[in-house]
């Protein structure tokens, strides 16, 4: 049982007020490393109140915010019962997937060989999908389109190409990223490959359809329930 806690002591808290000061307090955007923490949230069935942090009125610049989180980035939570029943406030994305898997003992292998491996491709997530995803979005959908040397936009490209084809690879005959076994692994992945070819429009410049497991990992996984609802959390305010 959740017991009530005063969150007071987070300043964040005076920017979004917790209505539900026992649940898990998410700070976030529907962005792909944002709806690592949500769907994660969804998945695991637990209780937690979703605050929008609103990058388009700079909440991420704000002295609240930065109490949490001092690089102002996204997704960030307070755990009201922590270890020790002690109140944990969470930055990055991999490691609130991490603490929320250890918490629960789910999405992630008991078994130490497993494990590891699980953590393995959450970390090549974080290192390398997550950023030249990233960086090929901003060259070729957004302000980086303009510049005329396309050397930079060629080399996020054929990164990308490579990240998704080390993916494939990984898929084949497999469910799963860890076998039949959906876990933080494959959150970890969601979010990017998704906006890869959804936001970003980048599916053709990387050959997407071309690949033969990672298009089927992504549609069975984005029908999952719980995914369905953490993409959209948090929502907009009206």
Same mark, same amino acid.
């Given at each position: ?44 069935? *637990? ?26 980035? +996204?997704?960030? &939570? ?11 406030? $969470? ?8 603490? *929320?898997? #250890?918490?629960?003992?789910?999405? %992630? ?19 390398? +999908? ?22 930079? %936009?060629?080399?996020?490209?054929? #990164?990308?190409?490579?990240? %998704? ?30 906006? *890869? &070819? ?8 990387? #050959?997407?359809?071309? $690949? ?6 992504? #549609? ?19």
């Amino acid at each position: 049982m959740r017991r009530m806690t005063n969150l007071d002591a987070f300043a964040i808290t005076k920017r979004w007020p917790a209505k539900h000061p026992d649940r898990i307090q998410l700070y976030s955007l529907t962005t792909p490393n944002g709806v690592k923490a949500s769907i994660a949230l969804e998945e695991l069935e *637990l209780p937690y109140e979703a605050h929008y942090a609103d990058f388009g009125k700079d909440d991420q610049k704000t002295p609240e915010f930065r109490s949490l989180n001092p690089y102002g980035k +996204i997704p960030a &939570i307070i755990d009201p019962n922590g270890p020790g029943g002690k109140p944990l406030p $969470l930055f990055e994305s991999g490691a609130i997937l991490l603490y *929320l898997a #250890e918490e629960t003992g789910r999405l %992630l292998p008991r078994d130490p060989p497993r494990r590891a491996e699980t953590i393995q491709w959450l970390f090549f997530q974080m290192a390398g +999908i997550g950023p030249m995803f990233g960086q090929l979005g901003y060259f070729h959908k957004f302000a980086g389109r303009e510049i005329e040397d396309k050397r930079p %936009l060629e080399r996020y490209r054929d #990164e990308t190409k490579r990240l %998704l084809a080390v993916m494939d690879e990984r898929l084949n005959g497999r469910e799963w990223i860890m076998d039949d076994e959906f876990t933080i692994a494959d959150i970890g992945m969601l979010g990017p490959v998704r906006n *890869l &070819i959804g936001f970003y429009d980048a599916g053709e410049i990387v #050959e997407f359809d071309k $690949l033969k497991n990672v298009p089927r990992w992504l #549609e069975q996984g984005l029908a999952r329930p719980a995914v369905q609802r953490g993409v959209k959390i948090p929502a907009r305010p009206a």
